[in-house]
């Protein structure tokens, strides 16, 4: 049986390896790291909508009872950012999340929130890890108790409030917007935040499915037809289109020109718009269109680049005080927000934004300003135990050039990113939630991206 381990954004597995008896024992770390860092008060719970994680939900909560810690136990799957926000709002000594996020159904996955509510950085899993052990339980008179809460309305009031200071109002009654849950955690919690602040609501997928209707909860553009032609088709009355992944920590949006909106560009687009009324500089990861730099550039802001990983986006927005933070995958979070990527709390903010000026004009305008920028990312199978060996053999074979232009210098901050003479990129990196290597490129045309991407294949692919 593999190892427990803690990659991009917790640990995830198939239920092969993601069982009671060592979901405990994570439960059982948590208690001791909190216990030894003399981190008291409540943990919260939280659980995606997965047949599994309720059980699994409650047998953390076990656990952390036994070893005296109170537990405030969700009273259904909520989405992950819920979680963070309650840990901030109510004070607590940290959080668990049952959830894969958007793997496919046979996963399921653990992830700790510390008491800032920003994803743990690897100091604190490292400590985690080298804690697991069977559970241990203090006398019955020490115990902690557990009681269900709703984590919804304190974070939906928040949301709105932080969203109207930045826009200058939440009535969105003028809108009509599509939302696919994907049978995921956002549904009754995302539409329904949407429709308080007035928007009028066409659902999708909003049930739960513990097997997401046999595919995966991510939403990428293969997997939103339905909602893509919800918003496109040239009779329909909506207005904007907004899907989450499994635990909806991120957001995918669709308008009526593009369809799917490029994360990229959302993102470009939400940092433009930010600097309208506000001033700040803006974290992005290195596999983040250089496209939010031009938009920082224009303002006289800067921009932070950090490797793949949310837990690197918060970590750098505490230190810079950043406006905005996010990655290409579709995760941000505000300044003022939890620093965790909180894809509910962006649907109501990209709502308002398509509400003051539709998205694709701004982007249009982004575009003309900038000029166009295509990005795309193609995955190479490498197992996990292997790729630390790949990365090391292809230190030796960076060449000079790619696809016939010149390499200009190379970025390790997460494996290597090569930047072209010509403004392109390419980077290769290790994938931290599956076995696979990723290839990144952007370029100013898809022909030219494609090229990048059959060019960074042929690089790696002799190597695993």
């Known amino acids: 049986m593999e190892t427990i381990s803690f990659g991009t954004d917790g640990w995830r ?9 060592r979901v405990r024992m994570v439960g059982q770390a948590v208690a001791t790291y909190l216990t030894d860092e003399g981190i008291a008060g409540p943990v919260a719970i939280g659980y995606d909508a997965r047949e599994t994680s309720r059980g699994f939900a409650e047998e953390l909560s076990r656990v952390l009872c036994a070893n005296g810690f109170d537990v405030l136990l969700a009273d259904r799957d909520r989405p992950t950012p819920l979680v963070a926000y309650a840990i901030v709002d109510r004070d607590l000594a940290g959080g668990l999340v049952i959830t894969a996020s958007h793997n496919p159904p046979e996963y399921n996955g653990v992830k700790f929130i510390p008491e800032d509510g920003a994803p743990a950085l ?3 899993t490292d400590a985690i890890a080298e804690r697991l052990a069977e559970p ?7 115990h902690g108790t557990a009681r269900e809460v709703d984590f919804a309305e304190p974070h939906a009031d928040a949301a709105l409030e932080l969203v109207e200071s930045i826009t200058g109002t939440t009535d969105l009654s003028e809108l009509t917007v599509a939302y696919d849950a994907m049978h995921g955690s956002g549904r009754d919690t995302t539409d329904a935040l949407l429709e308080r602040a007035g928007a009028s609501l066409e659902r999708s997928r909003c049930e739960r499915d513990p097997e997401f209707g046999g595919g995966s909860p991510e939403p990428a553009a293969e997997n939103l037809g339905y909602l893509i032609a919800a918003v496109t088709d040239d009779e ?7 899907a989450n992944d499994g635990d909806a920590d991120r957001i995918a949006v669709v308008t009526p020109e593009r369809g799917y909106l490029d994360e990229n560009l959302f993102f470009a687009a939400l940092y433009d718009y930010l600097l309208e009324t506000e001033s700040g500089s803006v974290v992005r990861t290195v596999s983040t269109t250089y496209l939010i730099d031009q938009v ?4 006289g802001e800067t921009v932070h680049e950090v490797p793949v990983g949310f837990k690197w986006v918060a970590e750098a927005m505490g230190e810079h005080d950043a406006l905005v933070g996010g990655e290409e995958s579709g995760g941000f979070t505000v300044r003022g927000h939890v620093r965790e990527k909180d894809g509910v709390l962006m649907a109501l903010l990209a709502s308002a934004m398509h509400a003051a000026e539709p998205l694709d004009e701004r982007v249009d305008r982004l575009l003309s300003e900038h000029g166009t920028v295509v990005q795309d990312k193609i995955s190479v199978a490498c ?4 790729k630390a060996r790949v990365l090391s053999d292809l230190e030796a074979e960076i060449p000079d050039d790619v696809a016939g232009t010149a390499v200009e210098g190379v970025n390790t ?9 010509d403004g392109s990129w390419l980077l290769i990196r290790p994938s931290g939630t599956e076995p696979v290597l990723r ?21 790696v692919a002799p190597l695993v």
């Open 13 to 21: 597995a198939t239920l092969e390896e993601f069982t009671a008896p």
């Open 136 to 142: 241990e339980a203090l006398p019955d008179d020490e």
């Open 122 to 124: 690897p100091a604190v």
């Open 383 to 386: 197992p996990d135990d292997e």
């Open 439 to 459: 290839v990144y490129a952007e370029a100013s045309d898809e022909d030219r991206v494609q090229e990048l991407l059959e060019a960074g294949e042929e690089l």
């Open 236 to 242: 329909s009355d909506v207005d904007l289109g907004i």
């Open 413 to 421: 901050a997460d494996g290597f990113k090569l930047q072209l003479a």
């Open 296 to 299: 920082a550039e224009a303002h």
